[in-house]
């Protein structure tokens, strides 16, 4: 399972709502080789599930992911935080042995 935060949930609403995204639309969450770390996390707005995506409803904002980067991020609570020190969306994976500096990329052992 991949869950998002009241606050990363709402932020997520209104970019969708100020790009005009439709209700078809949901958060795609991924993982990939790159960033300083070894593996980035993806974050986009998609509208099609793909063969072999799961799929997450979490209080009614649905989070699909495809198998392959659901190995690294299974239990990764997405959060946003708003203040003047730190805003923007923040990772939180259990599975990480280390994290980058900015916190957009991790490895796994």
């Known amino acids: 399972m991949i ?12 970019l969708m709502s100020e790009k005009s995204l439709d209700d078809s639309y949901f958060l795609r969450v991924g993982a990939k080789g790159g ?5 980035q996390y993806l974050m986009e707005f998609d509208n099609k599930v793909k063969d072999g995506d799961e799929e997450f409803e979490d ?3 649905k989070i699909v992911c495809d198998m392959k980067s659901l190995l690294y991020i299974f239990g990764t609570e997405l959060n946003y935080s708003g203040g003047l020190n730190g805003k923007g ?9 280390r994290v980058c500096g900015c916190g ?6």
């Open 3 to 14: 869950s998002v935060t009241e606050d990363a949930r709402k932020q997520n609403i209104n």
């Open 35 to 39: 960033g300083c770390s070894g593996i």
């Open 59 to 61: 209080e009614g904002f």
């Open 89 to 97: 969306f923040e990772w939180s994976n259990p599975n990480a042995d």
């Open 104 to 109: 957009s990329s991790f490895s796994v052992w």
